[in-house]
């Protein structure tokens, strides 16, 4: 694990990641290893990562996606059907701890590219493997986007248990993409973290149904988690129609009395006395089958003051409460900015943008934007060069 040019100090400095990988799910994954220190080299076909398409960007092929998903990376164009430029490839994974796509592993491994192949080239690569499905089930090679894995795992059925409303839909994010990049990230440090201890490699399959499906369950499996089911699947808090943001005279507020001693408090303020005592309210568990009801009396509290006067009732009275931001507000957030959550940089091609930096601290191996969002094959010279290729070879692997 060589060292890298620049100023990465992250805990990943000196790991070297080959990234064929595009959208969403893979790149949010590698972005992080970059965050972290890593040199990430990109290989984009000849038109790119599709990403850099959506949006309105000053600069053709720099959408606001790719920016948001491509920081601290290195771009190289490869066409790979060109035999000079998968020799390229093959080269540049020699030296590479980490290999990481999401390309279909039928494709891959007609180019050469599988994992025993990847392997033969590189015996202790770590071979990571973003997929829709895992390959050992019956949805094995099938395509998966984040809308057919919100179906797929029963994530979109649960807006239609809260509202009623028998459609199943999905939720306006890419979450199940974003849900495996995390499992993605964690999964690559692993395999280099036993790398490191004991100098081999490994295949790792980071598969998004399986991966969403897991996240999604872990609280919605519920009472079917017993054999046999003692009660509901999908729990009961989180899909209760009344769990929503509280009307105020002058917005919304989110309040969560989750202690006994909080639902006392709330209830205070509305006249309410001795609220624990109410046999629908005097336990943990009626509490709970009976949170809705509780719901609907808070908020017919909520409505008799500003947003501003709850938030400063709540706070000195150590309640979870927070103002509800529409997404425009979020920009301008006190404690967003305190933190520069928000970061104004001057991209080299598109000028200024905003920067959503790395939000976890580290005290002694800090993530970092080292570098904005590559264009298009921008650092096909410095790579290929790197590797020993002549600007003549380099031009012919690039079909010029």
């Not at 984009?44 to 606001?64: C, H, I, K, W």
Request: glycine share 10%; proline share 6%; aromatic share 8%.
């Amino acid at each position: 694990m060589e060292g890298i040019s620049g100023s990465a100090k992250g805990a990943l400095n000196g790991v070297k990641v080959v990234d064929l990988s595009t959208v969403v799910f893979g790149p949010y994954g590698s972005q992080i290893l970059g965050d972290l220190g890593a040199e990430v080299i990109k290989v984009e076909g000849g038109r790119g990562d599709n990403m850099r398409l959506p949006g309105n960007s000053p600069v053709p092929g720099m959408g606001p996606l790719y920016l948001a998903l491509n920081r601290n990376k290195k771009s190289i164009t490869l066409e790979l059907k060109r035999p000079s430029a998968l020799a390229a490839m093959k080269k540049l994974i020699e030296g590479a701890d980490v290999f990481y796509t999401n390309v279909r592993m039928a494709g891959l491994e007609r180019l050469g590219l599988g994992y025993e192949q990847v392997k033969a080239i590189n015996p202790g690569v770590v071979y990571v493997h973003c997929t829709g499905f895992g390959t050992e089930g019956a949805y094995g090679g099938k395509l998966a986007y984040d809308d057919v894995v919100q179906a797929a795992s029963g994530f979109s059925d649960l807006l239609p248990r809260v509202d009623g409303n028998d459609a199943p839909r999905y939720v306006p994010s890419l979450i199940a993409d974003k849900t495996a990049g995390l499992h993605a990230a964690y999964a690559t440090m692993a395999g280099l973290f036993h790398k490191q201890r004991t100098g081999e490699g490994q295949f790792i399959e980071v598969p998004m149904f399986e991966t969403f499906t897991s996240f999604h369950m872990i609280e919605n499996l519920y009472d079917h988690s017993f054999v046999p089911p003692r009660g509901n699947i999908a729990y009961d808090r989180s899909i209760d129609p009344n769990r929503r943001p509280f009307k105020t005279l002058d917005g919304y507020i989110s309040i969560v009395p989750y202690a006994p001693e909080h639902w006392q408090i709330i209830m205070d303020f509305g006249g309410i006395d001795n609220i624990l005592e109410d046999e629908r309210f005097n336990s943990f568990e009626k509490r709970t089958k009976n949170t809705g009801i509780l719901y609907g009396m808070v908020e017919d509290i909520t409505k008799t003051k500003t947003t501003d006067e709850w938030v400063e009732l709540m706070d000195e009275a150590g309640l979870p409460c927070m103002r509800v931001n529409r997404m425009e507000e979020v920009l301008d957030d006190k404690h967003l900015q305190e933190v520069s959550f928000f970061q104004k940089r001057n991209h080299p091609v598109i000028g200024e943008y905003l920067n959503i930096r790395h939000p976890v601290k580290f005290s002694v191996t800090p993530a970092s934007t080292r570098n904005d969002a590559p264009s298009l094959g921008e650092h096909n010279e410095e790579i290929l060069g790197g590797l020993g290729y002549s600007h003549e070879e380099i031009s012919e692997i690039q079909g010029k």
